[in-house]
C-alpha cells in the first residue's frame, strides 16, 4: 500500500517538476537576460505590438524560451523515468501475485503496438521507434500497473489532483504579472494578460490538465455540493489558458458530472439543455477567449489531419499503421529539438511531424484497426468506472486536438484508471 501512494505521489510532484524550468524562465527567475531582452524589445506583451516589428526576432526569443539545458533536459526526462519505474515495479509485482487478465481487444492491441515496433527498428531510426514508446506508455500501465490504484487509499488520487490544481493556481498570479507574453491573452476582448502554461509546455496543455484533474476530483467527490466544487474551481484555470479545447474539456467534464448526480428522471432534461447550449457556446467561443481566429486555427487542424492521413500511401498502412514514432511529440523533441518554429526542411526524416490529434496519432502508428481497439478498451473503461467518466470525458474531446496519449500525467493517469477498471470488473467479460 504504501508503495502505491508512492508512485501516486512521485506522479504529482513530476507533474510540478517537470514544467517548472519553463515556469521559472517564463517569470524571469531562470534565464533573466532573455526576460530583459523580450522586454526591452515588445514591453510585455509581443502579441499586442505593431506587425511591422521585426518577428523573426520574436520566433527566435520563442525559440530559446523552449530551448533546454541539460538540468531542464532532466527534469523534462523525469516523467519518462516515473513511468519506467511504474511499469518495472509493477512487473516484479506482477511475478509475486499475478496481474489482471486482459481480454481479446487489449491483448490484439498489445500484439499489434509490439510487431509495430519491430517494423518500427528496421524501418526508421531506432531513436524514433523508441521516442514511439511514450504514445503506448498508458498501454502498458494498463497491462502492469493495476496494484497501484487497487491498493492506495480511494481518497489519495483526488487528493493529489487537487495539490497539482492548487500549485497551478499559486502559480497563476506571478505568471499573469510577469510572465513574457507569447500568446496573446484577451479574455472577454479585455487586455488581461497572456495565456497560462503553468507547469506544463503550452496554455492547451495545461488547461487540459485542469480539466482533467477537476474530473477525477469530481468523480471522486462524496456528494454533489463537492463536485460541483471540482467542476467550478478549474473554470478558472480553465479560461485563464485560453484554450477552446480546454474549454470544451470542461464542458464535457461539466456534463458528465452533472449526469452522474442527478435523478433519473432528470438526465433527458440535461441531454436536451446540451444540444441547445453546445451551438450557443461554439458561436460565442471566440469572443469568450478573445481569439478572432479561432476557427481559422480549427480549419488549420482539420487541414494538417488530412494532410497527415495522405501520408499512408497504402491499405495496409491505413489498417495497421506506419510504425511507431510516427507523427510523435517525443520523436521531435529527441531528434529535431522539438521547438515551435523548427523549419520542416532542418527536420531529418520524413516522419517527423507533430500530429495535433491522439486519434490522428494513433492512426497513423496502429491504424484504423489499432484506433478501433483502443475505442473498444476506453469505452469498457468509462462503463466500469464511474467515477473516472467525468474526467474521461475531457481526455476524450481534448484527444481530438491534443496528443493525450503523450500528454503527461494524463496518459500514466488513463493506464492505471483502465488498468482500476480490470481489477475491480474482474467477473465482467473482459475487452
Known sequence: MRCAAAVLVGIALVTVLNGLPLWLKRVGIVDPELHIQFTEKFGRDAAAKPLDLDWSEAALLLDRFYARNAWETAFKLSKDALIALVLLLSILCGIRVGWPRPGAGTVALTALIVGASIYSLFSMDWIIALSGARTWAWLGCALFGGWVLGLADRRLLPRLCLFVLLVQGLLVVPELIWGMQFYGGNLFGIAWGD????????????????????????????????????????????????????????????????????????????????????????????????????????????????????????????LLGSGLGYGSNAALQFTAGGLPFTPPESIPHPHLFLADSAILLVILQSGVVGLSLCGLILLQTFVRLPEARPALAALAVASLAINTFELFPMNILLGLLVAKAWTESAKAPAC
Open 195 to 318: 495565456r497560462l502554461i503553468g507547469t506544463f509546455n503550452v496554455p492547451a496543455s495545461f488547461g487540459v490538465a485542469s480539466a482533467f484533474f477537476g474530473g477525477i476530483c469530481a468523480g471522486h467527490a462524496r456528494n454533489a455540493r463537492s463536485a460541483g466544487l471540482s467542476v467550478l474551481g478549474v473554470l478558472p484555470l480553465v479560461l485563464l489558458s485560453g484554450s477552446a479545447t480546454a474549454v470544451l474539456a470542461w464542458c464535457a467534464m461539466l456534463a458528465l458530472t452533472g449526469y452522474g448526480r442527478v435523478p433519473e428522471g432528470m438526465r433527458r432534461s440535461i441531454r436536451i439543455s446540451v444540444m441547445l447550449t453546445l451551438p450557443i457556446l461554439l458561436w460565442l467561443l471566440p469572443a469568450i477567449l478573445g481569439r478572432a481566429d479561432l476557427y481559422d486555427s480549427l480549419w488549420g487542424r482539420v487541414a494538417q489531419f488530412e494532410m497527415s492521413l495522405a501520408r499512408l500511401d497504402h491499405w495496409p498502412e491505413r
